[in-house]
């Protein structure tokens, strides 16, 4: 029963800015970490930014400096602030999630969400 549901995609020119977002729900026990991760078309998913539950983030070289990652004062929330958008960062997002449900026995296992969009035009 475990979601993830990202918006705020959307088509921007070069050097502007988009804040996604993804809420998880569900029989949630805890989340290990949340995150973000893109393709573009013909390319392989790579990851974007993620963050810990202790706070501890990690990004793609291609988005240092640009991109920030951070969790929402509601809980089991995460969001991508991008700025200066570059048409190479043309690509679906997909949120991700490490998480214990209330049914599991294991400490962990990995959910993603559905993909949005995001466009930069030149």
């Known amino acids: 029963q475990v979601q993830l549901v990202e918006s705020g995609g959307g088509l921007v020119q070069a050097g502007g800015s988009l804040r996604l977002s993804c809420a998880a729900s569900g029989s949630i026990f805890s989340i290990n970490a949340m995150g973000w991760y893109r393709q573009a078309p013909g390319k392989q998913r790579e990851l974007v930014a993620t963050?810990?539950?202790?706070?501890?983030?990690n990004y793609a070289d291609s988005v240092k400096g640009r991109f920030t990652i951070s969790r929402g004062n509601v809980k089991n929330t995460v969001y991508l602030q991008m700025n200066s958008l570059k048409p190479e960062d043309t690509a679906v997002y997909y949120c991700?999630?490490?998480?214990?449900?209330?049914?599991?026995?294991?400490?962990?296992?990995?959910?993603w969400g559905q993909g949005t969009q995001v466009t930069v035009s030149s």
């Open positions: 963050i810990t539950s202790t706070g501890s983030t």
């Open positions: 991700h999630a490490n998480l214990r449900r209330r049914s599991d026995y294991v400490w962990g296992n990995d959910y």
